[in-house]
């Protein structure tokens, strides 16, 4: 069995510095700066720019208001069950929130609310997959790997653009 390469870079952002994880075809994770979750990374990781740049050409786009859905080749490792949730948080519509009783149910698991809440806090692509689109029933936001304070900009950000409004210098995109 050979061993892949991961590859990663950091990239700012309006939330903080972002470290994109990438194994050369595929966007692997995303990390904010300061984690809830704290990560490690690999002792044989090799720091490439050119390897993340499709994954942060597309996340400028979404922090301009330019992009709404990503087109990314995504890898994201975990059991089953997480790998559902995480496919999910894909379908959540941009500038929308959903409960994370509701995410359960969209995977025909409607008693399983605190393990889908689970599976969502450990979402290696957050931003990419948008577990910040899913709030407590009661419409609080509720724990972020970015925090709450970033998770709140990310869903204003979103309305701002889905509304139409000028968002970073530039004209939503519609």
């Known amino acids: 069995m050979t061993s892949t390469t991961i590859y990663y870079d950091d990239m700012p952002s309006p939330v903080g510095r972002l470290r994109l994880v990438a194994d050369g075809e ?3 994770q995303v990390w904010f700066e300061r984690e809830r979750h704290p990560k490690a990374m690999g002792s044989d990781w090799v720091r490439n720019s ?3 740049a499709f994954a942060r050409e597309q996340l400028e786009e979404y922090f301009a208001g330019m992009r709404q859905a990503f087109d990314l080749p995504l890898r994201p490792l975990g059991t089953p069950f997480q790998c559902e949730v995480w496919n999910a948080l894909a379908n959540i519509s941009y500038a929308s929130t959903i409960s994370y ?3 359960a149910q969209r995977i025909g698991q409607p008693l ?3 393990a889908v809440g689970a599976a969502n806090g450990r979402n290696p692509l957050p931003i990419i997959l948008p577990c910040h689109r899913v709030i407590g ?3 609080s936001l509720t724990g ?3 925090g709450l304070p970033t998770k709140r900009w990310l869903l204003a950000m979103e309305d701002q653009v889905a509304r139409g409004d ?3 210098g530039r004209a939503a995109a519609q």
Request: glycine share 24%; aromatic share 10%.
């Open 26 to 28: 595929c966007l692997r």
């Open 50 to 52: 050119d390897a993340v």
């Open 101 to 103: 009783g509701q995410l």
């Open 112 to 114: 399983a609310v605190r």
């Open 137 to 139: 029933a009661n419409g």
């Open 144 to 146: 972020f790997g970015g």
């Open 166 to 168: 000028l968002f970073g």
